[in-house]
T-cell receptor
Framework: GENVGLHLPTLSVQEGDNSIINCAYSNSASDYFIWYKQESGKGPQFIID?????DKRQGQRVTVLLNKTVKHLSLQIAATQPGDSAVYFCAETGGGGTSYGKLTFGQGTILTVHP | NAGVMQNPRHLVRRRGQEARLRCSPVKGHSHVYWYRQLPEEGLKFMVY????????ESGMPKERFSAEFPKEGPSILRIQQVVRGDSAAYFC????FGKGPYNEQFFGPGTRLTVL
């Protein structure tokens, strides 16, 4: 893949701070976006999703922002906790038909939360 | 409530051997997806299956790789004549059949394949 040999971006924060993780997506036809959290040795875990007809969606302690003009997605985590330490991936899908079965994942960002 | 189950969790094979990875979806889920993850990379889509039917295999290598989701039993991802470049974590996800175009995919813990 195009990211072979590259290290993942990292973000280090102090416990209690807010975290912002960014993602650029590639397919302008995508209309559904998801953020996943992956802890070491585990599969991705759903955090929050957003459809292309929205530009903001809030969950518990998390907010996702979507800017379709520049194809940018961000995940904001409020009051970050040590348990939030993980790799975070954005994923996109859509375009109609069976393409909804196929998630395209971004590179990922390593979040480290210091107590 | 059992989530997606994958076995084995770790698999070691020598070059030229076959690897069989199994995935049991969430009970009631009719769609299964396989993804591959290399170290420090995101997951890459391989194949999307429904019971007894391959819907999208656009991410599957043309040779040595095959997948099935039979009417009964788990989904199987089969890799023949493995090479070192096949070493990766393989994740399975499942989703229910729903009315909308997108159904949330629930991921299993993955199978880590090491080819010696």
């Amino acid at each position: 893949g195009e990211n072979v040999g590259l290290h993942l971006p990292t973000l280090s924060v102090q416990e209690g701070d807010n975290s912002i993780i960014n993602c650029a997506y590639s397919n302008s036809a995508s209309d559904y976006f998801i953020w996943y959290k992956q802890e070491s040795g585990k599969g991705p875990q759903f955090i929050i999703d957003i459809r292309s007809n929205m530009d903001k969606r809030q969950g518990q302690r998390v907010t996702v922002l979507l800017n379709k003009t520049v194809k940018h997605l961000s995940l904001q985590i409020a009051a970050t906790q040590p348990g939030d330490s993980a790799v975070y991936f954005c994923a996109e899908t859509g375009g109609g038909g069976t393409s909804y079965g196929k998630l395209t994942f971004g590179q990922g960002t390593i979040l480290t939360v210091h107590p | 409530n059992a989530g997606v189950m994958q076995n084995p969790r770790h698999l070691v094979r020598r070059r030229g051997q076959e690897a069989r990875l199994r995935c049991s979806p969430v009970k009631g889920h009719s769609h299964v997806y396989w993804y591959r993850q290399l170290p420090e990379e995101g997951l890459k889509f391989m194949v999307y299956l429904q019971k007894e039917n391959i819907i999208d295999e656009s991410g599957m290598p043309k040779e040595r790789f095959s997948a099935e989701f039979p009417k009964e039993g788990p989904s199987i991802l089969r890799i023949q004549q493995v090479v070192r470049g096949d070493s990766a974590a393989y994740f399975c996800a499942s989703s229910p059949f729903g009315k909308g175009p997108y159904n949330e995919q629930f991921f299993g813990p993955g199978t880590r394949l090491t080819v010696l």
